[in-house]
């Protein structure tokens, strides 16, 4: 099954129960088979943690969901080395950590400490506890989501978190005929979190059998240094305080083939470069504070820096 195949089936089962949002949808396929993980904010009710369901089902991987609040500790989410008084032995009680697609439910309602739990997992696909390596199952994913209207009571996620994210989406609400189908089917009866009407189309070993794939997608020259000019860029704009790092850099290469392969190609186009900027990079660049006075969102800076750069031919 081709990477185009398996993206179709998932689209189709995925349809059955999420309706609409299809540039989302696609922006988490990139993800899935370039291997990053995904932060997503919108407001509630339309649907966040319905799509990570819908897409786990589709991809018939094991699937978990931590409830981010204040009071978690960090051995709640990777787990901890229980002493057995019977058997006079520590063992381990793994968290939900051990998964394959891991739901952080509002990930900024909990203090930094136990946010940074997750950081050696998202990065070395492994958990340490008490000295002891544990590898984590493939693939491993973290969707992590947050609310952009409830900051009360909230933990900002800290530079180094955030960069770990290979995207950050943005759920919108759904077109008239979108909301429409999903009035219709609520009028019908239908529930949405029907997972059972969902069957696994892909499995693990075809997810990183693609993400295989796309390691050997093409890539020329000129795109390296279109990629370089973007990042670059986003580190010498008088707006931007922090521009994208290295990791930004690569993880905008990875997804660029990624979105290639999922139209049928074996070969980066400058098109796939900037459909990817900014859910790459909105989450990895900080603005001064005279841009927030004056109005500047990352999206825009994005934008008028991709109007400036040179596109190959």
Do not use: W
């Amino acid at each position: 099954m081709t990477m185009s195949q398996a993206v179709a089936n998932i689209r189709g089962q995925m349809g059955r129960i999420f309706v609409g949002q299809d540039e989302f949808v696609r922006h988490m396929l990139i993800c899935l088979f370039s291997g990053g993980h995904v932060l997503i904010e919108g407001v509630p009710g339309l649907g966040k943690t319905l799509a990570v369901r819908a897409l786990s089902q589709s991809v018939g991987v094991e699937f978990k969901r931590i409830q981010f609040t204040p009071d978690l500790m960090p051995s709640d989410i990777i787990g901890a080395s229980i002493f057995d008084l019977s058997t006079h032995a520590f063992h381990l009680k793994r968290g939900p950590l051990f998964t394959q697609f891991l739901l952080a439910d509002e990930i900024n309602r909990t203090p930094p400490k136990t946010q940074s739990a997750l950081l050696e997992a998202m990065e070395e696909n492994r958990v340490s506890i008490d000295g002891q390596d544990y590898p984590l199952a493939q693939p491993f994913m973290v969707f992590a989501t947050q609310n952009p209207v409830e900051y009360e009571g909230t933990y900002p996620l800290p530079e180094a978190q955030l960069d770990r994210f290979m995207m950050k989406l943005t759920v919108g609400y759904p077109t008239r005929p979108e909301e429409h189908a999903v009035l219709r089917g609520a009028h019908t009866g239908f529930h949405p979190r029907d997972f059972e009407r969902l069957s696994p189309v892909v499995d693990a070993a075809g997810v990183l059998a693609a993400r295989r794939e796309a390691e050997s997608v093409r890539v020329d020259d000129s795109l390296f240094g279109y990629i370089l000019d973007i990042v670059e860029a986003t580190r010498r704009n008088h707006y931007i305080l922090l521009g994208g790092s290295p990791r930004a850099s690569i993880a905008l290469l990875q997804t660029a083939k990624a979105a290639a392969l999922l139209e049928g190609r074996d070969f980066v186009i400058p098109e796939d470069i900037q459909s990817l900027v900014m859910p790459v990079l909105r989450h990895r660049i900080i603005l001064t504070p005279d841009a927030e006075i004056e109005g500047a969102t990352a999206d825009r800076l994005l934008a008028q820096i991709m109007s400036e750069a040179r596109v190959p031919r």
